[in-house]
Protein backbone atom coordinates (compact mmCIF):
# COMPACT_ATOMS: atom_id res chain seq x y z
CA UNK A 1 0.00 0.00 0.00
CA UNK A 2 1.29 3.67 -1.13
CA UNK A 3 0.38 5.65 1.81
CA UNK A 4 3.60 9.03 1.00
CA UNK A 5 3.56 12.25 2.82
CA UNK A 6 5.33 14.61 0.96
CA UNK A 7 6.91 17.38 3.56
CA UNK A 8 9.70 20.51 2.45
CA UNK A 9 10.18 23.85 2.34
CA UNK A 10 8.34 25.90 0.23
CA UNK A 11 8.50 25.65 -3.97
CA UNK A 12 10.84 22.78 -2.94
CA UNK A 13 8.30 20.81 -5.50
CA UNK A 14 6.08 19.09 -3.23
CA UNK A 15 3.05 19.66 -5.72
CA UNK A 16 4.69 19.20 -8.46
CA UNK A 17 6.07 15.78 -7.89
CA UNK A 18 2.93 14.47 -5.61
CA UNK A 19 1.18 15.58 -9.14
CA UNK A 20 3.70 12.96 -11.11
CA UNK A 21 3.10 10.02 -8.48
CA UNK A 22 -0.51 10.41 -8.66
CA UNK A 23 0.04 9.86 -12.42
CA UNK A 24 2.36 7.25 -12.06
CA UNK A 25 0.33 5.42 -9.02
CA UNK A 26 -3.03 5.68 -10.09
CA UNK A 27 -3.79 7.68 -6.87
CA UNK A 28 -5.01 10.69 -5.46
CA UNK A 29 -3.05 13.62 -4.53
CA UNK A 30 -4.62 15.19 -1.19
CA UNK A 31 -2.89 18.69 -0.66
CA UNK A 32 -4.04 20.34 2.61
CA UNK A 33 -3.11 24.15 0.59
CA UNK A 34 -4.95 23.06 -2.42
CA UNK A 35 -7.70 22.00 -0.39
CA UNK A 36 -7.93 25.70 1.67
CA UNK A 37 -7.59 27.28 -1.36
CA UNK A 38 -10.57 25.88 -3.06
CA UNK A 39 -12.43 26.61 0.35
CA UNK A 40 -11.12 30.72 0.00
CA UNK A 41 -12.03 30.30 -3.67
CA UNK A 42 -15.56 29.20 -2.71
CA UNK A 43 -16.00 31.85 -0.08
CA UNK A 44 -16.91 29.36 2.93
CA UNK A 45 -16.94 30.35 6.46
CA UNK A 46 -13.36 27.90 6.56
CA UNK A 47 -12.14 29.82 3.42
CA UNK A 48 -12.98 33.20 5.34
CA UNK A 49 -10.61 31.95 8.04
CA UNK A 50 -7.79 30.30 5.70
CA UNK A 51 -7.70 33.49 3.72
CA UNK A 52 -7.23 35.47 6.49
CA UNK A 53 -4.71 33.06 8.05
CA UNK A 54 -2.67 32.18 4.81
CA UNK A 55 -2.10 34.98 3.04
CA UNK A 56 -0.14 36.46 6.19
CA UNK A 57 1.89 33.05 6.15
CA UNK A 58 0.44 31.40 9.51
CA UNK A 59 -0.78 27.80 9.56
CA UNK A 60 -4.40 26.78 9.60
CA UNK A 61 -5.33 25.42 13.23
CA UNK A 62 -4.60 21.67 13.84
CA UNK A 63 -8.07 20.52 15.08
CA UNK A 64 -9.62 22.01 11.32
CA UNK A 65 -6.59 20.67 9.76
CA UNK A 66 -6.70 17.03 10.79
CA UNK A 67 -10.37 16.84 10.76
CA UNK A 68 -10.33 17.98 6.99
CA UNK A 69 -7.59 15.11 6.39
CA UNK A 70 -9.68 12.48 8.24
CA UNK A 71 -12.61 12.88 6.01
CA UNK A 72 -10.54 13.30 2.95
CA UNK A 73 -8.99 10.14 3.88
CA UNK A 74 -11.95 8.55 4.42
CA UNK A 75 -13.33 8.91 0.99
CA UNK A 76 -13.34 5.93 -1.88
CA UNK A 77 -10.58 7.13 -3.83
CA UNK A 78 -8.11 6.77 -1.20
CA UNK A 79 -9.18 3.08 -0.53
CA UNK A 80 -5.63 1.99 -2.11
CA UNK A 81 -3.60 4.75 -1.43
CA UNK A 82 -2.51 8.51 -1.67
CA UNK A 83 0.07 11.09 -1.38
CA UNK A 84 -0.18 13.86 0.82
CA UNK A 85 1.39 16.83 0.18
CA UNK A 86 1.75 20.04 2.99
CA UNK A 87 0.08 17.40 5.81
CA UNK A 88 1.27 16.76 8.78
CA UNK A 89 3.05 19.92 9.44
CA UNK A 90 4.39 19.52 12.83
CA UNK A 91 4.55 16.97 15.20
CA UNK A 92 1.18 17.14 16.69
CA UNK A 93 0.03 16.58 13.43
CA UNK A 94 2.03 13.61 13.05
CA UNK A 95 0.89 12.06 16.21
CA UNK A 96 -2.82 12.33 15.41
CA UNK A 97 -2.12 11.35 11.99
CA UNK A 98 -0.73 8.06 13.50
CA UNK A 99 -4.07 7.27 15.48
CA UNK A 100 -5.85 7.43 11.89
CA UNK A 101 -3.92 5.90 8.93
CA UNK A 102 -0.30 3.91 8.34
CA UNK A 103 2.36 5.62 6.58
CA UNK A 104 4.30 3.60 4.00
CA UNK A 105 7.18 6.58 2.82
CA UNK A 106 7.60 9.84 4.47
CA UNK A 107 9.37 11.77 1.69
CA UNK A 108 11.33 14.69 2.42
CA UNK A 109 12.06 16.95 -0.49
CA UNK A 110 15.36 19.30 0.63
CA UNK A 111 16.41 22.45 -0.97
CA UNK A 112 17.98 25.56 0.27
CA UNK A 113 15.83 29.07 1.52
CA UNK A 114 17.58 31.16 -1.47
CA UNK A 115 15.91 28.10 -3.93
CA UNK A 116 13.15 28.43 -2.30
CA UNK A 117 12.39 32.19 -2.79
CA UNK A 118 13.71 31.78 -6.64
CA UNK A 119 11.69 29.07 -7.16
CA UNK A 120 8.59 30.47 -5.75
CA UNK A 121 8.60 34.28 -7.38
CA UNK A 122 8.66 32.35 -10.55
CA UNK A 123 5.95 29.95 -9.92
CA UNK A 124 2.27 30.57 -11.50
CA UNK A 125 -0.45 28.73 -10.53
CA UNK A 126 -4.13 28.36 -12.47
CA UNK A 127 -7.04 30.35 -11.05
CA UNK A 128 -9.49 27.32 -12.25
CA UNK A 129 -7.63 23.99 -11.83
CA UNK A 130 -4.45 24.52 -9.35
CA UNK A 131 -2.17 23.84 -11.83
CA UNK A 132 1.12 24.88 -11.09
CA UNK A 133 3.68 25.93 -13.71
CA UNK A 134 7.16 28.19 -13.75
CA UNK A 135 8.17 31.00 -15.88
CA UNK A 136 11.74 29.15 -16.43
CA UNK A 137 11.60 25.42 -15.40
CA UNK A 138 8.11 24.53 -16.31
CA UNK A 139 6.68 27.47 -18.41
CA UNK A 140 2.96 27.10 -20.21
CA UNK A 141 3.03 26.72 -24.28
CA UNK A 142 1.34 30.23 -24.23
CA UNK A 143 1.78 33.09 -21.89
CA UNK A 144 -0.34 33.01 -18.61
CA UNK A 145 -2.56 30.37 -19.52
CA UNK A 146 -3.07 27.33 -18.19
CA UNK A 147 -1.83 23.84 -20.76
CA UNK A 148 -4.82 21.94 -18.98
CA UNK A 149 -7.38 24.09 -18.78
CA UNK A 150 -6.97 27.48 -20.38
CA UNK A 151 -7.49 29.08 -16.81
CA UNK A 152 -6.16 32.37 -15.98
CA UNK A 153 -2.15 31.81 -14.13
CA UNK A 154 -1.99 34.40 -11.34
CA UNK A 155 0.57 34.44 -8.27
CA UNK A 156 -0.74 32.82 -5.39
CA UNK A 157 -1.70 35.33 -2.81
CA UNK A 158 0.70 33.67 0.02
CA UNK A 159 3.87 34.11 -2.19
CA UNK A 160 4.22 37.90 -1.56
CA UNK A 161 7.92 37.94 -0.39
CA UNK A 162 7.17 39.33 2.95
CA UNK A 163 5.18 36.08 3.91
CA UNK A 164 8.00 33.71 2.19
CA UNK A 165 10.22 34.06 4.76
CA UNK A 166 8.12 33.71 7.72
CA UNK A 167 6.34 30.54 5.71
CA UNK A 168 10.24 29.07 5.82
CA UNK A 169 10.37 30.39 9.83
CA UNK A 170 7.78 28.24 9.99
CA UNK A 171 8.86 25.34 8.07
CA UNK A 172 12.28 25.09 9.80
CA UNK A 173 10.76 25.71 13.65
CA UNK A 174 7.94 22.89 12.93
CA UNK A 175 7.97 20.89 10.01
CA UNK A 176 11.87 19.94 9.70
CA UNK A 177 11.06 18.11 13.51
CA UNK A 178 8.95 15.68 11.06
CA UNK A 179 12.59 14.25 10.17
CA UNK A 180 13.70 13.15 13.47
CA UNK A 181 10.15 11.64 13.76
CA UNK A 182 9.69 9.48 10.66
CA UNK A 183 13.42 8.26 11.15
CA UNK A 184 12.30 6.81 14.21
CA UNK A 185 9.69 5.05 12.28
CA UNK A 186 11.97 3.89 9.46
CA UNK A 187 10.43 5.51 6.96
CA UNK A 188 11.98 8.43 6.06
CA UNK A 189 13.69 9.82 2.96
CA UNK A 190 15.19 12.62 2.13
CA UNK A 191 15.28 13.53 -1.16
CA UNK A 192 17.70 16.62 -2.84
CA UNK A 193 15.22 18.97 -4.57
CA UNK A 194 17.80 20.79 -6.48
CA UNK A 195 18.08 18.77 -9.88
CA UNK A 196 15.42 19.49 -12.28
CA UNK A 197 12.17 18.51 -11.81
CA UNK A 198 12.42 15.10 -13.96
CA UNK A 199 15.71 14.17 -12.19
CA UNK A 200 13.43 14.88 -8.91
CA UNK A 201 11.35 12.28 -9.96
CA UNK A 202 13.11 9.55 -10.91
CA UNK A 203 15.01 9.86 -7.89
CA UNK A 204 11.60 9.56 -6.36
CA UNK A 205 10.81 6.57 -8.16
CA UNK A 206 13.42 4.96 -7.66
CA UNK A 207 12.41 4.99 -3.55
CA UNK A 208 8.85 3.83 -4.03
CA UNK A 209 8.65 1.18 -6.87
P1 LIG B 1 0.92 24.66 0.68
O1 LIG B 1 0.05 24.90 -0.47
O2 LIG B 1 1.23 23.29 1.10
O3 LIG B 1 2.24 25.53 0.47
P2 LIG B 1 3.76 25.33 0.92
O4 LIG B 1 4.00 24.28 1.92
O5 LIG B 1 4.22 26.69 1.24
O6 LIG B 1 4.45 24.76 -0.37
P3 LIG B 1 4.31 25.34 -1.78
O7 LIG B 1 3.01 24.91 -2.39
O8 LIG B 1 4.62 26.81 -1.77
O9 LIG B 1 5.54 24.63 -2.54
P4 LIG B 1 5.67 23.19 -3.18
O10 LIG B 1 6.70 22.46 -2.41
O11 LIG B 1 4.36 22.53 -3.39
O12 LIG B 1 6.32 23.58 -4.58
P5 LIG B 1 5.72 23.51 -6.06
O13 LIG B 1 5.56 22.10 -6.51
O14 LIG B 1 4.58 24.44 -6.21
O15 LIG B 1 0.26 25.40 1.95
C1 LIG B 1 -0.19 26.73 1.84
C2 LIG B 1 -0.68 27.21 3.18
O16 LIG B 1 -1.83 26.43 3.59
C3 LIG B 1 0.30 27.07 4.36
O17 LIG B 1 1.20 28.15 4.43
C4 LIG B 1 -0.67 27.05 5.55
O18 LIG B 1 -1.14 28.33 5.85
C5 LIG B 1 -1.84 26.24 5.02
N1 LIG B 1 -1.66 24.80 5.29
C6 LIG B 1 -1.41 23.82 4.39
N2 LIG B 1 -1.27 22.64 5.00
C7 LIG B 1 -1.42 22.85 6.32
C8 LIG B 1 -1.35 22.03 7.47
N3 LIG B 1 -1.09 20.71 7.36
N4 LIG B 1 -1.55 22.59 8.69
C9 LIG B 1 -1.82 23.90 8.81
N5 LIG B 1 -1.88 24.76 7.76
C10 LIG B 1 -1.68 24.24 6.53
O19 LIG B 1 6.99 24.12 -6.88
C11 LIG B 1 7.36 25.47 -6.71
C12 LIG B 1 7.77 26.08 -8.06
O20 LIG B 1 9.00 25.53 -8.49
C13 LIG B 1 6.77 25.83 -9.19
O21 LIG B 1 6.76 26.94 -10.01
C14 LIG B 1 7.34 24.60 -9.92
O22 LIG B 1 6.99 24.57 -11.28
C15 LIG B 1 8.83 24.79 -9.71
N6 LIG B 1 9.57 23.55 -9.51
C16 LIG B 1 9.19 22.46 -8.80
N7 LIG B 1 10.17 21.52 -8.79
C17 LIG B 1 11.21 22.06 -9.50
C18 LIG B 1 12.50 21.58 -9.83
N8 LIG B 1 12.95 20.38 -9.43
N9 LIG B 1 13.31 22.40 -10.58
C19 LIG B 1 12.87 23.60 -10.99
N10 LIG B 1 11.66 24.12 -10.71
C20 LIG B 1 10.83 23.35 -9.97
MG1 LIG C 1 2.34 23.09 -3.11
Not at 16 to 23: E, G, M, P, V
Not at 43 to 54: H, M, N, Q, R, V
Amino acid sequence: MKNIIIFGPQGSGKGTQADILSDKFSIPHVSTGRIFREEIKKGTELGKKADELINAGNLLPDDITNEIVKNRLLEKDCKNGYILDGYPRDIAQAEYFDTIAKISHALEIWIPDKISVERINKRRTCQKCGEVFHLEFNPPKKTNTCDECGGELTTRKDDKKEWIKKRLEIYHSRTENLIDYYKNKNIYHKIDGRPGIDEVAKNILEIIK
